[in-house]
């Protein structure tokens, strides 16, 4: 009786791990056994739209896995430079909603007791804040979860419209990037 409370217990607190972990099996199978390219090859004239559709989920921790097999599928197809574009434009609206979610909440003192509560504090080294754009950057061009991204640039209060900038950028470049490695393989 006491192991199915450990189990049940485990399970609860690392969910998010074996959730992502699901993820990223599926879209595995489902890579290997053909249903994505079926379905991009089923898109016909509309694959573009469809590289929308997986910049929107190329953002987000849970989602990445599908989108990264989505454009490694389009590579074979369509036009990578446009297709990075197109997801690109798409992840960057997904950043944009997971920049601003996690912006208002960060500023937000934590509470840790109904007595005491914890700002956190605004980074003033200068050093430290190139530094943070460039682990932001390599964040949101890679397949990790563009949320991680948006806490350390929430923290600095980096200005919307170069956060817009940034996020198009490395989106775009990090999708043509997974492409070009795709069609180098294959």
């Known amino acids: 009786m006491r192991l199915k409370v ?16 699901l993820v990223v099996f599926s879209s595995v ?3 290997l056994s053909g249903t994505i390219e079926r379905f991009v090859l089923s898109l016909g004239e ?3 739209i469809g590289a929308l559709i997986g910049g929107l989920f190329y953002s987000y921790g849970i ?4 989108a990264v097999v989505l454009f490694a599928a389009f590579s074979e197809d369509l036009d990578i430079a446009l297709a990075a574009v197109l997801g690109g434009f798409a992840a960057m609206i997904s950043d944009y909603i997971i920049f601003k979610n996690i912006e ?3 500023r937000k003192p934590i ?4 007595h005491y509560k914890i700002k956190i504090p605004r980074i003033k080294s200068k050093i430290l804040y190139i530094l943070g754009l460039i682990i932001a950057g390599i964040i949101i061009a890679s397949p990790l979860p563009d ?4 806490i350390i640039l929430g923290l600095e209060k980096f200005d919307e419209k170069a956060f817009i900038l940034l996020s198009f950028s490395f989106n775009s ?8 490695i795709v069609r180098a393989l294959i």
């Open 104 to 106: 208002e909440e960060i």
């Open 111 to 114: 509470k840790v007791t109904s």
């Open 6 to 21: 450990i189990g049940k217990h485990l399970i609860i607190e690392h969910r998010n791990l074996i959730l992502f972990t």
């Open 29 to 31: 199978w489902l890579w």
């Open 173 to 180: 470049l990090g999708l043509l990037a997974i492409m070009l």
């Open 63 to 66: 989602t990445s896995p599908f």
């Open 46 to 48: 509309y694959g573009y």
């Open 147 to 150: 949320e991680l991204a948006a």
